[in-house]
């Protein structure tokens, strides 16, 4: 089921199809729609297109850690900080490296 929302961002799409916000949006709709591969898809292929979105790594790492996509999630962390450092992006840096530290710490007591 699709909402109007989605709608909306495939049809500006169409218009701007580079834009990574408008992909970024579509991502969290799908999300939003418990679609989870397909945002999962989008955030990969966001990654790749503009690495510099930052924002992306954050959300993807989130949702590789729902999927139980541990190893994959402190990777995306990863490349995000350094991303983000690249960038002086503090906030984001800052961002990404509490989801790395409480994930790594999580998964060190198991």
């Known amino acids: 089921m699709y909402n109007n ?54 959300h993807r790492g989130k949702l590789q850690e729902k999927l139980k996509m541990f190893d994959d999630a402190l990777m995306t962390y990863k490349v995000g900080m350094e991303t983000a450092r690249k960038l002086q992006d503090n906030h984001s840096y800052s961002e990404l490296l509490s989801a790395y530290n409480s994930l790594h710490d999580e998964l060190s007591d198991w």
């Open 5 to 58: 929302r989605l709608e909306q961002l495939k049809l500006f799409l169409k218009d701007t199809p580079n834009d990574p916000f408008l992909h970024y949006a579509m991502a969290l709709e799908y999300l939003k729609l418990g679609e989870d591969q397909q945002a999962l898809s989008i955030f990969t292929q966001l990654i790749e297109t503009s690495p510099n979105y930052v924002g992306t790594y954050y």
